[in-house]
């Protein structure tokens, strides 16, 4: 069965202060990962979708890497914008590649 | 850009009430479309998957019946929940994926806040 872990679940940073979100997952033939970012009481926001390991995508103060068990997004100099949930979900490779989404991990950066 | 807009909002209405739910594609065609489930600070479950001109697929345990979807062109879907009731209250979100790359990401809506009476 395919499964998506994040952690941490929660994660509270100063701003300015690094850090990264892990996801860790299986599948059974990965078709794409895909990083999203959802603000309370909304849709998810797409950020990024990464095909294969070693594969890196940036944007402005995100950056997403893949390893061939896990996803990491690094956060660097985190601004108080960046506050949100951060959603991982890999695509199946069966019927309509649908979604499987972890848990999340909601960030909080305080100014 | 890639924007898929949901109405209503927000809806709140009296048990054993149905309710429509509408998904658009504003500026891609979308042959595929998601409908999802999210309960407060956890994840989105997936509940069908809606394909034009044909019957949504459903995920285990998710009530056909109950929640019907039409996926009449390539840019709208509609979810209606019939005969709402109160384990009906949930925040439900659709998605789109540009047709003709399986690969491409699935875009989402703002989401409709049920709430039953």
Known sequence: ?111 | GAVVSQHPSWVICKSGTSVKIECRSLDFQATTMFWYRQFPKQSLMLMATSNEGSKATYEQGVEKDKFLINHASLTLSTLTVTSAHPEDSSFYICSARRTGDSNQPQHFGDGTRLSIL
């Open chain 1, 1 to 111: 069965e395919d499964q998506v872990t994040q952690s941490p679940e929660a994660l509270r940073l100063q701003e300015g202060e690094s850090s990264s979100l892990n996801c860790s997952y299986t599948v059974s033939g990965l078709r794409g990962l895909f990083w999203y970012r959802q603000d309370p009481g909304k849709g998810p926001e797409f950020l990024f979708t990464l095909y294969s390991a070693g594969e890196e995508k940036e944007k402005e103060r995100l950056k997403a890497t893949l390893t061939k068990k896990e996803s990491f997004l690094h956060i660097t100099a985190p601004k108080p914008e960046d506050s949100a949930t951060y959603l991982c979900a890999v695509q199946a490779p069966t019927g309509f590649q649908k979604l499987v989404f972890g848990t999340g991990t909601r960030l909080l950066v305080s100014p």
